[in-house]
């Protein structure tokens, strides 16, 4: 068998189509990088940006947590502002705070800072580093974006806030800019990860990390329309498509109209309601409070167990965190997450009428 089609039936992939399978695939967010004392040693001076340049360093990072823990897929390093980066716009990762740009977006004369893409050309270093990592891995490497409110925040804002208020104050006042920034932004992320998908990655995630902030009826309006155009220009890819948000328990509806064949989930819905309020058409990605993690191991065996039986054996269904693996987090209490769920979960197909979909 190829292996494309040997990846085609690994336990991720199965998941991600709603088929039983003889296990629960597991993979973290933000699990290469961070919380890992072999990154610290890689990841050189500078900017991350000039680790993600650096194709071999790239693929390295997202070998790492591959070798440490049995998890079912990889997920590329790089981050969400890499296109923007990549045009010129002006866009900087400042260690210890993140993405922070010395001239925010702020009228229709920034539109220009935001040129098209040229894949061949601005993300060479981002092709070679797929196409290496392919080449050495067994399992999917899911490539990535960032989502249109999220990458959106940080050009307005130009650092990470709390209240994201300079750029809701954009979204509502002058929608016709809102929506051409937009625009823009998910030209870039098709883009992307289009180039990704081309270079090999077998999934794609949109990672709309800080749409949570919007009530349903604004997100509805000023988000999902970008959104919804960014999957559908990957559906006929052949890849699946992952779309995800932190706090969005109020938003699971909408986000699963917009495309997606998985949608994440966060800790605070479990995965039983969140099967309810997608309608069940969709799998699910998560949901491990991260927190847990460091947690003495039988509280965080407990929460393991917990958010499988939540499941009920549905088989669309991916063992993730609710958010991102945080800096501190034991590389050991996840390796132990890990062969929990491979012990325990059985994507056998829902055991009860409460987890039919
Ligand atoms: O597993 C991995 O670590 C893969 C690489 C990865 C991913 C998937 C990085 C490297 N960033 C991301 C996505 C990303 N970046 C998101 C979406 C996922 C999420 O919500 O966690 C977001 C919102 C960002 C923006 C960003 N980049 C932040 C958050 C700032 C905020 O608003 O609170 C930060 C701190 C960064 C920097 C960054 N990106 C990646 C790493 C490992 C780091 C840490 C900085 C460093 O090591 O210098």
Redesign the pocket.
């Known amino acids: 068998m190829s292996q494309n089609a040997t990846l085609e039936h690994s336990a991720f992939l199965r998941a991600t189509r709603q088929e039983p399978g003889d296990r629960v695939p597991v993979w973290?967010?933000?699990?290469?990088?961070?919380s890992l004392p072999e990154?610290k040693e890689v990841?050189g001076p500078g900017?991350?940006l000039n680790a993600i340049q650096d194709a071999e360093r790239a693929a390295e990072i997202?070998l790492q947590?591959t070798r440490r823990y049995d998890v079912d897929a990889a997920?590329?390093?790089?981050?969400?502002?890499t296109p923007v980066f990549a045009v010129g716009f002006g866009i900087d990762?400042t260690?210890g705070?993140?993405?922070t740009c010395e001239q925010p977006f702020q009228s229709a004369d920034d539109l220009g800072r935001l040129r098209p893409m040229d894949p061949d050309n601005d993300l060479s270093f981002q092709t070679e580093a797929v196409e290496k990592l392919v080449s050495e891995l067994t399992i999917p490497l899911i490539g990535?974006a960032?989502g249109p409110f999220?990458l959106a925040s940080?050009l307005v804002e130009g650092k990470?806030?709390r209240d994201y208020a300079k750029v809701k104050a954009l979204m509502m006042s002058d929608p016709d800019l809102w929506h051409r920034l937009c625009d823009r932004l998910a030209d870039l992320a098709i883009g992307t990860l289009q180039n990704q998908v081309a270079a090999g990655a077998s999934a794609v995630q949109l990672?709309d990390?800080?749409a949570g902030a919007l009530r349903p009826e604004h997100y509805r309006e000023y988000v999902q329309p970008h959104s919804t155009k960014i999957l559908a220009a990957m559906k006929d890819l052949g890849v699946p498509r992952i779309h995800f948000g932190?706090n969005t328990g109020e938003l699971l509806p909408q986000i699963a109209e917009a495309g997606a064949e998985v949608v994440g989930v966060d800790w605070r819905t479990p995965l039983s309601a969140a099967r309810e309020r997608t309608g069940g058409h969709v799998a699910l990605q998560g949901n491990l409070d991260p927190a847990l993690i460091l947690a003495p191991w039988e509280v965080l065996e407990k929460e393991v167990r917990r958010v499988l039986a939540d499941n009920n054996g549905h088989p669309g269904h991916i063992f993730n965190l609710g958010?991102?693996?945080l800096p501190q987090a034991d590389p050991d209490q996840l390796a132990r997450v890990v062969d929990l769920v491979h012990a325990e979960g059985t994507a056998r197909g829902p055991v009860s009428q409460g987890a039919s979909a």
């Open positions: 973290f967010m933000r699990q290469a990088g961070r990154y990841r900017t991350i997202t947590p997920i590329l390093f790089s981050d969400i502002v990762i260690p705070v993140g993405p990535f960032g999220t940080y990470p806030s990672f990390s800080w932190i958010h991102g693996v």
